[in-house]
């Protein structure tokens, strides 16, 4: 009987104590945090969908036209949607010839002289050559160093400087897929028998669209 009472009492206690002994086991790192938040995914799932756009969508420029309505007419006869957008491309410098700045009643005395012998020219009235007077601007540097040794020979001070440009025009502008970039330009120069002088390709800028056609 003694040892039927031991018994009891084991399985007993067994019974109280045990399941505290396992079941801590069952969770061994879980409460370290290691397990990500719901945020946490959504984040890393909006950024993997955004590199995946910018990776595989292109925003495609091709241009350029002198006039807007030029560049409506053409995309009002492509099949594909595109938007109209104004643009600025640099363009080599032009040569441009200058008798060099001087107070400003010497350049306009110099100028009323030259106005009477016939010499087309005008005052330069702001930037870095103010109060020069111009002889002329030329795309060809044969050309700018003739009319230079032109006005030398008329003892003329003159002189070579650079004239910056931009061109400012429009362009179509639509999305791609990456891959087609190729493919959806030459279809475009085909469907219009435009030859565009300037193609620019770029990232998709996120839900940013062009402005559409009307």
Same mark, same amino acid.
């Not at 018994?7 to 969770?27: C, K, T």
């Not at 330009?185 to 996120?206: I, L, M, R």
């Given at each position: 009987?003694?040892? +039927?009472?031991?018994?009891?009492?084991?399985?007993?206690? /067994?019974?109280?104590?045990? %399941?505290?002994?396992?079941?801590?086991?069952?969770? =061994?790192?879980?409460?370290?945090?290691?397990?990500?938040?719901?945020?946490?995914?959504?984040?890393?799932? !909006?950024?993997?969908?955004? +590199?995946?756009?910018?990776?595989?969508?292109?925003?495609?420029?091709?241009?350029?036209?002198? &006039?807007?309505?030029? $560049?409506? #007419?053409?995309?009002?006869?492509?099949?594909?949607?595109?938007?109209?957008?104004?643009?600025?491309? !640099?363009?080599?410098?032009?040569?441009?010839?200058?008798?060099?700045?001087?107070? %400003?009643?010497?350049?306009?005395?110099?100028?009323? !002289?030259?106005?009477?012998?016939?010499?087309?020219?005008?005052?330069?009235?702001?930037?870095?050559?103010?109060?020069?007077?111009?002889?002329?601007?030329?795309?060809?540097?044969? &050309?700018?160093?003739?009319?230079? &040794?032109?006005?030398?020979? $008329?003892?003329?001070?003159?002189? +070579?400087?650079?004239?910056?440009? #931009?061109?400012?025009?429009? /362009? +179509?502008?639509?999305?791609?897929?990456?891959?087609?970039?190729?493919?959806?330009?030459? &279809? =475009?120069? $085909?469907?219009?028998?435009?030859?565009?002088?300037? =193609?620019?390709?770029?990232?998709?800028?996120?839900?940013?669209? %062009?402005?559409? #056609?009307?």
């Amino acid at each position: 009987m003694k040892w +039927l009472a031991f018994l009891l009492a084991a399985l007993n206690l /067994a019974v109280w104590f045990v %399941p505290a002994w396992i079941e801590p086991s069952r969770y =061994v790192g879980v409460s370290s945090g290691t397990l990500p938040r719901v945020s946490s995914l959504k984040v890393a799932s !909006e950024t993997m969908e955004s +590199l995946s756009r910018e990776e595989s969508c292109l925003r495609i420029t091709l241009g350029m036209f002198d &006039a807007r309505d030029d $560049a409506e #007419n053409v995309a009002a006869g492509l099949k594909h949607k595109v938007g109209i957008v104004e643009v600025e491309k !640099e363009l080599p410098p032009l040569h441009w010839v200058l008798i060099p700045p001087q107070p %400003p009643e010497a350049a306009r005395a110099q100028f009323r !002289e030259l106005y009477l012998q016939g010499v087309e020219s005008y005052i330069v009235s702001r930037g870095e050559y103010r109060n020069a007077i111009s002889l002329g601007l030329f795309e060809s540097l044969e &050309a700018a160093q003739s009319v230079m &040794a032109e006005k030398k020979q $008329a003892n003329l001070n003159v002189v +070579l400087a650079k004239f910056p440009r #931009n061109r400012l025009g429009y /362009a +179509l502008v639509f999305e791609v897929e990456s891959m087609a970039e190729s493919e959806w330009v030459q &279809a =475009v120069e $085909a469907e219009t028998g435009y030859e565009f002088d300037f =193609v620019e390709s770029n990232a998709c800028e996120g839900v940013a669209r %062009p402005e559409k #056609n009307p």
